[in-house]
């Protein structure tokens, strides 16, 4: 964004420096990244000098060039080389002196003594694109014959010089989107420097506004009132469009912008001074005589003032005729809307959109103008009067016209003032120093933040709708610290500490163990952006869209809620690696998980749910490709093995926990639970076909989801014990199992523990076969793994041997298993 200078003198009085009022807009929260010199005409047409045709004569050596005798105020008189067929004895015209250089659209042209045609040519006589004054070349310049000889072109010709300031606008700073608004931060800075002044905003006058007749009514229906907040305009009729005066295109062109004719000069004229986007319309081309705030029509045709034609949604806004629409609303008119050199009245808008509905549309059709930067971030409601007076004076003063209709105001639900008790300990709190209470007051008046009511401790603000990302206490903190200055806030001489004694268990420690065990094993761990995108979460079964955080001000439409799971996330880094031929994945996350749990309780933090999870998930091949190894591909034992040995790791017991198998989850074909004290600590299962289509990705993918915060309360309750490593050697045992398909290797391991947890210390299942003619229908076999140990001495057989039948026993009269 681009501020004038000299444009931003007009609002506020100040004699500063160029330098300085960049320190101020820098150190008040909008930063110059740019200071540069700007003249309405590059160079400045510095060298130029006004003189007088004294002699003309035709050239010895070439019939389309003149020589000339020039004056240009000096004893010298210039012998000047012209091919002009226009140039005369008695002409005033521009003359570029040796030395000067002009800056054309060919290139920079240094002027240098230099003989053409054997003959000698002090200088150059100009046309007006030459000087880059007009697009005509047919001959030079004639002036008028009154300007005295040796006036500098500059003079004559009014250049103007200016700096201009290019900002780095933040988001949450569009209030400082215009000249008024950036002058109001350096008012404030003013005040606050110097407590005697008490600089004000010279925001042109629109007290002498009046409607002239009420020949042309255009009536405004808003369909939408959500998306549509507040619509304003009126009829200006018997207009005269041309090109504008020079002081309005030179204020324009400081800016970057390119003048067109004086209507449109106007409305941008008018947006980078208050901040408020206008667009006239061509009443003749208004069908119906009405206009109409809706959303369009899917997949209905527009074409766009710059002949692009693109295909609505549903959720566009348009302004709308009685037939068709004709602009895309706070972005960009149609084709037939504009203002041409054949309109004779127009209807002007000044209204206020929903900051995300052009925000959605604007990123949808890559469409980016100076509207929709403003309207996109939030514009404010009480400008659009102003503005539309502001616009209409400057018409009626430079194209003519008259004001033809009352001002049309369509306002469903004002917008109010936010109001905010503000206490001076919270200032101090944040700051860490005492800033005067008159210093604070002074500031927030320059801010035009009103002070409803005054106590000892406390302030009532009352905050106008400008300033959209004010809404707390911190807010206003943050308000005063940058007009009070940052460099202002003294740096302690001294530092205390303390020692703190971390509380047990230590996350982070934990969470440094398991990253370095499962990095270890071949995993990567990945970094997600928290942001998603809500369509994840409409229609879904599990992650309900109400539970969503969703984003004010999102940065695009991918990005506008936090994430509820980790999953959506990994799935798009699958999709991306397997477009890239990486198909053998396995990746690890830790990061934050967010729900909205109370919608009723405001702006409390206590509605939202922050909740830190480990993602871990398997795809592809296990292993590396290896001449060693088989290819085997990851599995759902394989992942479940993974979790088990990091509970394992954060001290559980398995006995303790219960594995719950688990189908009610859409993003799992099959998937258990892992529960401790009725509470679900991972869910690690297969993703489902239909999950993965979505992701475009086409190969199994298996997933574990852990609350960490589970796992290290997990911890906490682990007590470590440590004992003398024994003397005496273990025994294994191994039985053969006939068991129903239905039985389950934890209720085998369940009921071994329970039978005998004196000297059983270990069980494991080692090999699993089925076959229907061998080990009978619905029948499988364990071979099973049987660690025995006594601390105090050897095991017997006969010791032994009495362990194993009551194993045997055990699992025949509750399992209904056979021995074989």
Same mark, same amino acid.
């Given at each position: ?611 830190? @999870?480990?993602?871990?998930? *398997?795809? +592809? /091949? ?5 001449? #060693?190894?088989? =290819? &085997?591909?990851? %599995? ?41 004290? @009725?509470?679900?600590?991972? *869910?690690? +299962? /297969? ?5 993965? #289509?979505?992701? =475009? &990705?086409?190969? %199994? ?56 947890? #004196? ?62």
């Amino acid at each position: 964004m681009k501020i004038s200078y000299n444009w931003l003198k007009e609002y506020i009085e100040t004699e500063e420096s160029p330098e300085t009022i960049a320190v101020w807009l820098t150190d008040s929260g909008l930063e110059v990244e740019k200071l540069e010199k700007h003249q309405t005409i590059k160079g400045g047409l510095e060298g130029v000098i006004i003189g007088e045709v004294l002699s003309c004569e035709k050239h010895p050596n070439a019939d389309k060039l003149t020589l000339t005798t020039v004056d240009i105020g000096k004893e010298e008189k210039l012998s000047i080389v012209c091919g002009a067929p226009n140039v005369k004895e008695g002409q005033k015209v521009p003359v570029v002196t040796v030395g000067a250089t002009l800056y054309t659209e060919k290139g920079d042209l240094k002027i240098k003594e230099a003989k053409i045609r054997g003959q000698l040519s002090q200088g150059m006589i100009c046309a007006e694109d030459e000087l880059g004054i007009g697009t005509s070349h047919d001959g030079i310049m004639v002036l008028d014959p009154d300007v005295p000889v040796g006036t500098p072109a500059k003079e004559y010709f009014g250049i103007e010089e200016d700096w201009v300031f290019e900002i780095g606008l933040t988001p949450n700073r569009i209030d400082g989107a215009s000249h008024m608004g950036a002058a109001r931060d350096i008012a404030a800075v003013i005040n606050c420097l110097n407590k005697n002044q008490k600089k004000k905003l010279k925001n042109p006058e629109v007290d002498k506004f009046k409607v002239d007749n009420e020949s042309l009514h255009i009536p405004v229906e808003i369909h939408d009132e959500k998306a549509c907040i507040r619509y304003s305009g009126l009829t200006i009729s018997d207009i005269k469009v041309e090109e504008s005066p020079n002081w309005l295109k030179n204020r324009l062109k400081a800016i970057g912008l390119k003048p067109l004719n004086n209507i449109v000069d106007i409305t941008n004229f008018v947006l980078h001074e208050t901040g408020q986007p206008l667009h006239a319309f061509d009443t003749s081309k208004i069908k119906g005589n009405k206009i109409i705030v809706r959303k369009a029509e899917k997949n209905t045709s527009f074409l766009t003032l710059e002949e692009q034609e693109i295909k609505l949604t549903a959720d566009d806004l348009m302004i709308c005729n009685a037939d068709e629409p004709m602009c895309l609303a706070g972005i960009l008119g149609g084709i037939n809307s504009g203002i041409n050199y054949e309109t004779k009245s127009l209807f002007l808008e000044s209204a206020c959109f929903e900051a995300s509905t052009i925000r959605k549309s604007s990123k949808y059709h890559q469409l980016n103008t100076d509207a929709s930067f403003r309207f996109e971030r939030g514009s404010d409601p009480n400008m659009t009067i102003y503005a539309l007076k502001r616009a209409a004076m400057l018409i009626k003063n430079i194209a003519g016209g008259k004001i033809s209709s009352k001002i049309v105001d369509v306002y469903p639900k004002p917008v109010q003032n936010k109001e905010i008790k503000f206490y001076y300990s919270e200032l101090q709190r944040l700051v860490g120093q005492n800033i005067e209470k008159s210093i604070v007051k002074n500031i927030l008046n320059s801010l035009e933040i009103e002070i409803l009511k005054e106590e000892a401790d406390h302030l009532l603000l009352s905050v106008p709708p400008f300033r959209v990302d004010v809404d707390r206490q911190a807010d206003v903190v943050e308000e005063i610290l940058r007009i009070y200055g940052y460099n202002n806030i003294e740096i302690p001489e001294k530092s205390r500490t303390s020692v703190v004694l971390n509380p047990k268990p230590d996350k982070e420690h934990l969470q440094n163990q398991v990253s370095d065990m499962l990095s270890g094993q071949g995993f990567r761990e990945i970094m997600n952006n928290s942001l998603t995108n809500i369509e994840y979460y409409k229609n879904n079964k599990y992650y309900l869209e109400n539970n969503t955080v969703t984003i004010l001000n999102p940065t695009s439409k991918d990005l506008n809620a936090m994430r509820q799971t980790l999953l959506y996330g990994f799935l798009e880094t699958v999709s991306r690696n397997i477009n890239y031929k990486n198909n053998d994945l396995k990746l690890y996350e830790f990061g934050n998980t967010y729900k909205l749990i109370n919608r009723e309780s405001g702006d409390s933090l206590d509605k939202y749910d922050e909740i830190i @999870n480990l993602g871990i998930l *398997t795809t +592809g /091949k296990r292993f590396n490709e290896n001449w #060693k190894f088989d =290819d &085997v591909d990851s %599995d759902f034992f394989d992942m479940k093995n993974r979790v088990i040995n990091i509970i394992k790791k954060m001290g559980g017991n398995l006995f303790n926990i219960e594995e719950v198998e688990n189908d009610r989850h859409p993003d799992f074909a099959y998937a258990v639970d892992y529960n401790y004290y @009725n509470r679900t600590m991972v *869910t690690v +299962g /297969k993703i489902s076909d239909d999950l993965l #289509k979505k992701f =475009d &990705v086409e190969q %199994d993918v298996f997933f574990a989801s852990i609350d960490w915060q589970e796992m290290v309360d997990l911890h906490a309750r682990h007590l470590m014990e440590f004992e003398e490593l024994t003397k005496y050697p273990d025994v294994r045992r191994d039985l053969a199992l006939l068991i129903d398909k239905n039985v389950s290797y934890k209720q085998i391991e369940e009921l071994a523990f329970k039978i005998e947890s #004196k000297y059983l210390v270990e069980i494991n299942l080692f090999d699993v076969y089925q076959d229907d003619e061998k080990t009978g229908k619905d029948k499988k076999s364990y071979a099973i793994s049987f660690i025995l140990r006594d601390k105090t001495k050897t095991m017997t057989d006969k010791q032994i041997d009495k362990i194993m039948n009551n194993l045997a026993d055990a699992f025949k009269k509750y399992l209904g298993a056979s021995i074989r």
